[in-house]
C-alpha cells in the first residue's frame, strides 16, 4: 500500500480498537482474576517460536522505535482499567504474521499488559492474554496471523491497567498515535512501551538498522509524513530490505544525552544487534558529540567509537555503512573551533578503516557556496535539521549495494 494510502486504513483501524476498548471496559475485573496471566520474571526478552507452523519464511524487523526514557505520563486515566494505547507505526516490508515486542526498560515496577491486538487481531503471550513484564525487561509476544502490508500505517493497541509511570518511551516520534479512556481520545507523539513490530516474510535479505541521532528520527520532517531519511531509504529498496530506524533525538556517542538516551556505545547491542534478521547497520552518530555541552574536543575519540561500534557489528556477522557529519553553522552551540573537530572526524571516516562503507551526508547537505552551513533548500529553519527535502537527499546517497550483507571487512582496526 502506498505511503500516503495509509490514513483510511488508519481511521479504520483506530475505530476498531476502540470498539475493542469498550469490550475490555466492560469485562471488568474478570480480566485480571490471575488466570491466564503470563508473568515474565526475567529481565530479558522471552523468544517466541521462530516461525508459525508451517511458516516458509523468518522473522524481520519491519518496525522499531528504540526505548528512550522513563517518564510519568502526561496524559494520565483516572481509570487506568478503561486506558487503552494505540501506538501508530509504519511498516518498511510486509508479512502475512506479525509478532510485538513491549518494553518495561525504564520502569521502576512491574508491568500488566492485556488486551494486545495488530490491526485489531488479538496478540497472545506464551498462549495467555495478559503478561506481565518486568522491571527493566522486555516480551515478545506469540505469533498472530495478520496480513501486514508493506509501506503502511500499522495500529499496536494495548491496555495497561496498572501502569503508573515511569512510562518507557519514545518521544518526538512525527508519528500520531493515540490515547483513549472514558473522557475520550487523546492524540500523542509518543511510542508507548511497543518497541518492535516483526513480520513472518519470505522475499526480503535482511533488515537494515540505521541507528542516530534526531537527523536519523527525523526532526525537521513533516509530522505523519513519513518522511525521514530511514523511510525514504526504504521506498527506494522496495521491499529487497526492511530499513527501521534507531533514531533518538539528541543521542551521542561518548556521553548520555542531555535530556533522554542511553549513549550510542551502551545501546548498540541491544538497539541494533538485538534486531530481527539485522543484516547491515548504518551509523549515522557523532554530530551531538561536537556540538552539545560538554562539547568534544578530541575527533579521535569520537573515531574511536565509531570503530568500537563496527567491530561489534563484525563480530556477529553485520556490514557496516557511516555517515559524514553534517554542517551546522547558524545552530547557537557553533564556533569555528567545533566545526574543525567535526571536519577532522569527517577526514578519519573518509579515509577508511572505519567503516565497510561511507555515504557521505556532508557533501550531500552543506552549501557548496559555504561548506559550514546547510544548503538553504534542505535547512529545516535551525540550521542543524533538514526539512524533507533535505531528508530526501539523504536517502538518495545511500548506494543500494553498499547495504548488502557480504562478508564484513576484516577487522584491522
Known amino acids: 500500500m502506498p505511503r500516503r494510502q495509509g490514513t483510511t486504513l488508519l481511521i479504520a483501524l483506530v475505530a476498531g480498537t476502540a470498539a475493542t476498548a469498550a469490550f ?182 535482511g533488515a537494515v538498522v540505521a541507528i542516530g541521532d534526531s537527523l536519523t528520527a527525523g526532526t525537521g520532517s513533516t509530522l505523519d509524513a513519513d518522511s525521514r531519511w530511514p523511510d525514504l531509504l526504504s521506498d527506494r529498496l522496495r521491499g529487497r530490505y526492511a530499513v527501521v530506524n534507531k533514531g533518538i533525538a539528541g543521542n551521542r556517542i561518548l556521553r548520555d544525552g542531555q535530556i533522554y538516551g542511553q549513549r550510542a556505545l551502551d545501546r548498540f547491542d541491544r538497539d541494533v544487534l538485538g534486531t530481527a534478521d539485522a543484516k547491515t547497520v548504518i551509523i549515522a552518530l557523532g554530530i551531538n558529540d561536537v556540538q552539545q555541552f560538554p562539547q568534544e574536543q578530541d575527533p579521535q575519540r569520537i573515531a574511536d567509537g565509531l570503530r568500537a561500534m563496527t567491530q561489534r557489528a563484525h563480530a556477529r556477522g553485520l556490514r557496516v555503512v557511516g555517515a559524514t557529519l553534517m554542517p551546522y553553522e547558524g545552530y547557537r552551540t557553533w564556533t569555528p573551533a567545533q566545526d574543525d573537530v567535526r571536519m577532522r572526524v569527517n577526514a578519519l571516516i573518509r579515509a577508511g578503516g572505519i567503516f565497510d562503507a561511507v555515504v557521505d551526508f556532508d557533501a550531500a547537505a552543506r552549501d557548496p557556496y559555504r561548506p559550514s552551513r546547510l544548503r538553504p533548500a534542505y535547512d529545516c529553519g535551525d540550521h542543524l535539521h533538514l526539512d524533507d527535502a533535505g531528508y530526501l537527499r539523504l536517502a538518495q546517497q545511500v548506494d543500494l549495494e553498499s547495504l548488502h550483507p557480504e562478508t564484513p571487512a576484516s577487522d584491522q582496526l
Open 24 to 205: 475490555v471496559a466492560a469485562a471488568g475485573p474478570t480480566l485480571f482474576s490471575g488466570s491466564g496471566t503470563t508473568q515474565v520474571s526475567a529481565p530479558s526478552a522471552v523468544r517466541p517460536p521462530a516461525a508459525p507452523a508451517h511458516s516458509t519464511g523468518v522473522w524481520i524487523a519491519t518496525w522499531a522505535g528504540a526505548p528512550v526514557a522513563g517518564i510519568t505520563d502526561p496524559i494520565p486515566a483516572r481509570g487506568l482499567t478503561r486506558r487503552t494505547i494505540r501506538d501508530v507505526v509504519h511498516t518498511s516490508v510486509g508479512g502475512d504474521a506479525a509478532r510485538i515486542t513491549l518494553s518495561n526498560l525504564f520502569g521502576t515496577r512491574p508491568l500488566l499488559v492485556d488486551d494486545a491486538t495488530v490491526n485489531t487481531r488479538r496478540v497472545s503471550f506464551r498462549g495467555a492474554p495478559s503478561v506481565t513484564v518486568p522491571v527493566g525487561g522486555q516480551v515478545v509476544s506469540d505469533p498472530v496471523v495478520v496480513p501486514v502490508p508493506a509501506d503502511a500505517d500499522l495500529v499496536v493497541a494495548f491496555r495497561t491497567p496498572t501502569a503508573q509511570g515511569p512510562v518507557t518511551i519514545h518521544p518526538n516520534s512525527h508519528q500520531t498515535s493515540y490515547v483513549a479512556d472514558e473522557r475520550g481520545t487523546w492524540q500523542t507523539n509518543l511510542w508507548r512501551y511497543l518497541t518492535a513490530v516483526d513480520v513472518r516474510n519470505a522475499t526480503a535479505a
